[in-house]
């Protein structure tokens, strides 16, 4: 027996709600899913060769930047 | 005119809680949030003098329950006894199924063998389990053969796409839950809406 869904499709905030995950972690969450932030240095502890995503180098160097300016 | 209230549909998981059955309990929830329904699991029930009520109420709340009645073996560790949650609570959501009248069958029963369960739960001869060989695919695949959502019909290959994108998540999340039990209650919630951000982005419309 096939069963047709005729609710809305649950979208990860409406499962955050019902599943009781605070907003900040459905965030968290969400930003898990992009490529981006899969080798995020805080996530996953780096090893040697390890690939350093876009977005992350972008914010490494402007982190160096405003070191360099407080000196 | 008042505006007509969303409804999302969820979907009570039964299964069994061992290190064992890791991904098939990743491969449920990845299968069932491809659907865009939302997994509801006794995992997130505290342990408590109150269990069974609040056990019932869950079930209760569930349009849908999916039980996979395979882990019949004793436990290695002593006692050597079987689990008899699964089928506890797979008794439960049929008494409470049957008294509603109006409701079509909204159970289902998992089984990694065929014919076994006519041993191991003869009352259920009549009703046919979705056989999935301990293997993902074959779960995600009796999923499919469960729902249908017209419009945003996830395929196999979809739903093994969300399951290999929690699997990458899984360190990540369990890192933040500061534990190693993939069964723990906040891991479970966890993965549920990794899942559904996953399924919101692989389902197309």
Known sequence: MTIVLDSTFAKPEDVGKVLGVPKARVKWLKRLGSSQTIFSSKIAEKKNGARTSASAKKRNHARGKAKKAAR | MAKPKKRRDEV????PYDNKFEKLFVAYIAGISAFGL???????????SRRLEKILRLARNCRYSVHDLSRVQLDPKKPRVPRFNMPFELGLC???????????????????EA???DKS?????GTDPRIHGGAVRGALSGLCNIFRRPGR??????????????????????????TEDPFAKRVFVDICVAASAEADRVVAD
Request: proline content about 9%.
């Open chain 2, 38 to 48: 939302v997994p509801r699991a006794t995992l997130e029930i505290p342990d408590s």
């Open chain 2, 121 to 125: 739960l003869s009352d259920l001869k």
């Open chain 2, 153 to 178: 019909q996830p395929s196999v290959p979809q739903m093994m796409q969300i399951y290999r994108g929690l699997r990458r998540k899984q360190p990540a999340i369990l890192e933040e839950a500061g």
């Open chain 2, 94 to 112: 049929v008494a409470y199924a049957s008294q509603n009248k109006t409701q079509k069958p909204n159970w289902f029963v998992f089984e990694a």
């Open chain 2, 115 to 117: 014919n076994r369960i």
């Open chain 2, 12 to 15: 009570f998981l039964n299964i």
